[in-house]
Nanobody
Framework: QVQLVESGGGLVQPGGSLGLSCEASGISPRIYRMGWYRQAPGKQRELVAAITIGGRKNYADSVKGRFTISRDNAKNTGYLQMNSLKAEDTAVYYC?????????WGQGTQVTVSS
């Protein structure tokens, strides 16, 4: 059974930083693309960043230069480092793993950027 467990969300002031982790189990890190999505109230879920098996990364324009995605295959864990956070980054952040036609989601972690 594949499980993705996020951690690291919370409340941070504008301009601050926060790091998210996504620990995967039940799936080899060598076969899936990992991504981070977010969903703000009243909005659709959107891709924030993704990293391929080979380490290629892509980012939403809104987070380029501020967020960094990475993965540690030895720990089967993905990360999202978020810097220079803005109020509009407030959302529930979800970890995502894609393997062929199969897709898995974590339970989500709340990130709130507010003074």
């Amino acid at each position: 059974q594949v499980q993705l467990v996020e951690s690291g969300g919370g409340l941070v002031q504008p301009g601050g930083s926060l790091g998210l982790s996504c620990e995967a189990s039940g799936i080899s890190p060598r076969i899936y693309r990992m991504g981070w999505y977010r969903q703000a109230p009243g909005k659709q879920r959107e891709l924030v960043a993704a990293i391929t098996i080979g380490g290629r990364k892509n980012y939403a324009d809104s987070v380029k230069g501020r967020f960094t995605i990475s993965r540690d295959n030895a720990k089967n864990t993905g990360y999202l480092q978020m810097n220079s956070l803005k109020a509009e980054d407030t959302a529930v952040y979800y970890c995502n793993a894609v393997f062929g036609s199969r897709e898995y989601w974590g339970q989500g972690t709340q990130v709130t950027v507010s003074s």
